[in-house]
């Protein structure tokens, strides 16, 4: 095939997926639009899948828009459209971060299958109430699940310039999580009719196998084919730091054998990719006020009763604290992550317009307010600004003021 030939069959291809999300959009569901999908993109790999949906984002396609082929994606891959073929030996070993997504995704499909299905035809009654409940609580570990794939997996596709899947998936998992909330909210209400509870249940049992699929078919043979084994064994590390949907996850020490000689040497310089192995800075930091150790102010930072992240005037996260309790995961991959896709697409635009406004002049603060978890979380943005106002970041700081709220009357250091 030549240059000319592969150009128009891209073309091509990208008017295809423009067409199925038309159709999709007049109201025609997955099956209508299934087989004009499969036509086109038959024998093509998910990659240049992704490819084709990262140049129509490219071009201003909205990444919600892209969004609702992830369906089509499903349906169309369990049908004609031919595997990635590559080695998936990383699934084989123990603790590693892709043995331990698809022994994540083995309990989900478990829990499904094994307990949410069989608890639906007890439903009728009070104990099926009882147990779905349950049941329900179990399933919603899968937001660690997703937290990791967004924190440690994620980024190394950003990293990779595979931007378009992670955004599209993204926004997948935030609808599957507040379906799930949805379901919880639903089941504890009097008067929905059986079949109704029962109807949500098991859209929600879909999506979830659905991202399953697309997860170990789609995201999987990317990372596999791109990551060296030294990032993965930084995902490996810093999984921890999120927690895991199961028991008894062992540490990986890769060797090697793990991954076969000269596979994924990687284009990412070590620089780029992580910081793990530079060394900690020692010696003496100058302020106009004062003189500090860098153990001093590491710790010092790492104490501070929030969090604390930084991200520089290109719009790159260059730093973040580690306190004991962090109220969201930060883990060393975002380090050098454009900060539009440290956030959900549902809300990375209101970031990108608080940046915007603070490059601008417009604006010097902002703040939010969110209930979560028994915590009352404020986050606040702050442009930082040179001693003659050029515009150097934006410092991101977060805290649970409920305990704060919670004082009354007064307690001096000295007692009368």
């Known amino acids: 095939m030549n240059m000319s030939e592969q150009i128009n069959n891209r073309e091509f291809r990208k008017n295809v997926i423009k067409q199925v999300i038309l159709e999709l959009h007049e109201g025609k569901s997955v099956e209508d639009v299934k087989q004009k ?15 084709a949906e990262q140049a129509l984002i490219n071009e201003g396609l ?21 595997e990635i073929h590559q080695s998936t030996d990383q699934s084989e070993i123990p603790g590693h971060p892709v043995n331990i997504l698809k022994r994540e995704n083995r309990a989900l499909e478990k829990l499904i299958n094994m307990q949410l299905k069989p608890h639906l035809d007890a439903l009728k009654d009070n104990d099926g109430i009882e ?22 997996l994620f980024p190394y596709m950003e990293k990779y310039g595979i931007t378009a899947p992670p955004k599209v998936m993204w926004g997948v998992d935030d609808e599957i999580r507040a379906q799930l909330k949805q379901v919880k909210l639903e089941l504890s209400i009097k008067g929905k009719s059986f079949q109704e509870q029962k109807d949500m249940i098991e ?33 490996a590390d810093e999984s921890g730091e999120i927690g895991y949907m ?19 040497e990687g284009t990412i310089k070590d620089e780029e990719a ?22 001093e ?18 719009d790159t996260v260059k730093y973040f604290s580690q306190g004991e309790d962090r109220i969201f995961p930060r883990t060393k991959a975002v380090i050098g992550r454009k900060v539009s896709n440290c956030h959900p697409p549902a809300s990375a635009h209101i970031v990108e317009k608080i940046v915007e406004d603070f490059k601008a002049g417009k604006k010097d603060h902002e703040d939010f307010w969110i209930n979560m978890g028994g915590r009352f979380v404020l986050i606040r943005y702050y442009a930082v600004r040179s001693e003659t106002g050029e515009y150097l970041g934006v410092l991101e700081v977060t805290q649970d003021i409920k305990p704060i709220q919670e004082i009354t009357g007064e307690k001096r250091l000295v007692t009368e």
């Open 131 to 152: 147990m779905l409940k349950s049941d329900l609580e179990v399933l919603s570990k899968i937001d660690l699940h997703y937290l990791k794939k967004e924190n440690l």
């Open 274 to 295: 992580h910081n793990e192995n530079v060394p900690i800075a020692s010696g003496v930091i100058n302020f106009p006020t004062g003189q500090l150790k860098f153990e």
């Open 297 to 314: 102010l590491n710790k010092m930072l790492d104490m501070l009763p929030f969090d604390i992240t930084f991200v520089d005037k290109e």
């Open 246 to 264: 199961i028991d008894n996850v062992p540490e990986w020490k890769p060797s090697s054998t793990d991954v076969e000689d000269g596979k994924n």
């Open 62 to 82: 909205a990444v919600s828009e892209v969004q609702s082929l992830c369906d089509v994606h499903a349906a169309v891959f369990k049908g004609s459209i031919e």
């Open 203 to 235: 859209s929600l049992a879909i999506r979830i196998k659905e991202m399953i699929f697309k997860e170990e078919n789609i995201m999987l043979p990317m990372l596999i084919d791109l990551l060296t084994q030294e990032e993965w064994k930084s995902i």
């Open 37 to 51: 999908f499969e036509d086109a993109f038959a024998g093509v790999s998910a990659m240049e899948i992704s490819e």
